[in-house]
């Protein structure tokens, strides 16, 4: 069974700290996903790392992967208070016609 | 703005009911995704189509159903409503069918009371 796994599912942090989100799937890929919703929101696209090694950065989030461990990271530096939101990982996977989607990271930032 | 369109924002309807709802993809897009948000449930693939096909189904209820117009819109009808089927719906479309990049629409909340 395909499995995406994030790790924490819930983080509560304060402002100015540094912190990483991790995402593992559980099949072969190279096509990996960031997404951000806010409460109530749609999802909105944040990064799409295609290659093993892609890394991008925004801001203060910075997403690589790395398809041998399978495995990505989503990097908050210095977090402020409007990065709080849901964050969404999802893999695409030749096999299937979908995204496979982890559960979600519920990230709060403290003032 | 993603591109996507969905309509209505908010439905309110009562258990037993029918509903349609209704999307429209980005400008060039072929492929539709509906999903369902709920908070127990997290999001939930449901269906996809493209170009008019359906190429993949997810957790999509017996109750539920799907199609993908000429143009390229898709409607969601969900009947028997129940009071579990409470949810952000979620339309999303990529250009090609596969795992790429999906824009999602603004959602659509029901509430079934």
């Known amino acids: 069974e395909l499995k995406v796994e994030q790790n924490p599912l819930f983080l509560s942090m304060q402002e100015g700290k540094n912190y990483t989100i991790y995402c593992n799937y559980s099949?072969?890929?190279?096509?990996l996903y960031w997404y951000r919703q806010d409460p109530g929101k749609s999802l909105e696209s944040l990064f799409v790392?295609?290659?093993n090694g892609a890394v991008k950065q925004e801001g203060r989030l910075m997403a690589s992967l790395d398809t041998k461990a399978r495995l990505s990271t989503l990097h908050i530096t210095a977090a402020v208070h409007d990065l709080s939101a849901t964050y969404f990982c999802?893999?695409?996977?030749?096999?299937?016609?979908?995204?496979?989607w982890g559960a979600g990271t519920k990230l709060i930032i403290k003032p | 703005d993603s591109g996507v369109t969905q309509t209505p924002k908010h439905l309110i309807t009562a258990t037993g009911q029918r509903v349609t709802l209704r999307c429209s993809p980005r400008?060039?897009?072929?492929?539709v995704y509906w999903y369902q948000q709920s908070l127990d449930q997290g999001l939930q693939f449901l269906i996809q189509?493209?170009?008019?096909?359906?190429?993949a189904k997810g957790n999509i209820l017996e109750r539920f159903s799907a199609q993908q117009f000429p143009d390229l819109h898709s409607e969601l009808n969900l009947s028997s409503l129940e009071l579990g089927d409470s949810a952000l719906y979620f339309c999303?479309?990529?250009?090609?069918?596969?795992?790429?990049?999906?824009?999602f629409g603004p959602g659509t909340r029901l509430t079934v009371t």
């Open positions: 999303a479309s990529s250009p090609q069918v596969g795992g790429y990049e999906q824009y």
């Open positions: 400008s060039g897009d072929l492929s």
């Open positions: 189509y493209y170009n008019g096909e359906e190429r």
């Open positions: 099949t072969t890929s190279d096509r």
């Open positions: 790392l295609l290659s």
């Open positions: 999802a893999v695409g996977v030749d096999s299937n016609y979908q995204l496979i």
